[in-house]
């Protein structure tokens, strides 16, 4: 069958962002699909694509995929508007495709949550079958974080979001709430599967050369943060946590903050300020060089703003980056993915907005790295046993060609 697959964040390996969507299209393709994916040009992506741009868009084949790139930069550090105005652009060019292309089947996968428009349009002006992934609750997060107060923004996003939903034959939602989310607003629970992020273990279970920071000792207790830093991250509590750390005098611990994001620089600004040395900033890397990182860190950190919304409806990339690559986990907020880590005695999970058990746990890690070792184990076991990509691939397209028949 012929798949258009709509993400506007698309990338390969070779980019610094996510690769769900490369992964998951390689298996459609390695099934004998086709598969067009439409994207934007995302600030960590990488589409593979090199040619200039033409009208607004380029288009080649990467790997088997079929790409067509718009010409619509995107950054998590743009402002809010901008960013708006980039996820429109984006979703009125994606319908032309929409009702133009050849196709069997259309997928559409946030964020952003205009991702679905081309498929309400695909589903009722074409009558094809439309496949929804849904990686975050929509408006749900942003108006539990502030982000957006609107009533007339948030009451166009909650149509958006029923409508998106109601259109879709299938949905596909990345951790348990989003799937309980899904459900609430009325869509039957046999048009919706989970099915989250997975663990590449091709990538971060190969032979890797590690490597550290210059300003972090091969002795050292190194714990890595990988990821945007922005309000959604909460990345503060890291660097309270490394206060105490330094009021205890563990010039041993090392913290690495690898991304980037909006509120980079007023963490690196406060970092210098208070004189946080054991903290250590890095610019993203694509996913060969974040292996080679893994093998050289001690702690992978999971960390979230402290956000009932966040606890249940989040599935992020790192935490399954972290495990694949054997390392422990250091969760700081509630939910499932701290009662996995509890459940399979991975890592830590310490309670939200509390330094002290933060800067606990990691001088625990530094002062039993056999336990830390057989910590990572038992997550690498985990990853192979429940998340291998290729398994949950290979569930993702099942639940695609059902919606074709």
Known sequence: ?????????????????????????????????????????????????????AKGVRRGNVDGID?????????????????AMTFVKFALRSVKLALTER????????????????????????????VFEVRDLWPELPKAMGVIRNPLVLGAMSFLEWASYRSA????????????????????????????????????????????PEAVKPTDLLAAFTGTHGM???????????????RRGRDDIKILLI????????????????????VVFHDPVN??????????????????????????????NKFFDYIAAGLPVLNNYPGWLAGMIEEHRCGFAVPPDNPNAFADALEKAADDRGALKEMGQRGKELAIREFDRQKLADRWVDWLEGARR
């Open 103 to 130: 196709y069997d089947v259309v997928f559409a996968t946030t964020t952003p949550l205009t991702a679905g428009i081309p498929g309400i349009f695909a589903r009722w002006l074409r009558g094809k079958p439309f």
């Open 259 to 278: 991304g980037q994001g909006k509120l980079k620089p007023a963490l690196q600004a406060r970092a210098e300020r208070e004189g946080l040395w054991n």
């Open 1 to 53: 069958m012929r798949v258009l697959y709509f993400h506007q964040h698309f990338s390969t390996p070779k980019g610094a962002a996510g690769i769900r969507s490369y992964e998951m299209a390689r298996r459609l393709v390695a099934r004998g699909h086709q598969v067009t994916m439409v994207c934007g040009s995302y600030g960590l992506g990488e589409t593979g694509l090199s040619a200039p741009f």
């Open 169 to 212: 034959h299938r949905l596909v939602g990345l951790s348990p709430g989003i799937v309980e989310g899904i459900a609430r607003r009325g869509v039957p629970r046999e048009r919706i599967t989970l099915v989250p992020n997975g663990c590449d273990l091709e990538i971060f279970g190969g032979e890797v050369v590690p490597w550290r």
């Open 287 to 316: 996913k060969a060089r974040l292996a080679g990182l893994m093998a050289g860190t001690d702690v992978g950190m999971q960390i979230l703003a402290n956000v009932p919304a966040f606890y249940y409806g989040t599935s992020p």
């Open 67 to 83: 790409i067509v790139e718009f010409d619509l930069a995107y950054s998590n550090a743009d402002g809010f508007v901008k960013r």
């Open 232 to 246: 959604a991250n909460g990345l503060d509590a890291v660097l309270d946590a490394a206060a105490v750390l330094k």
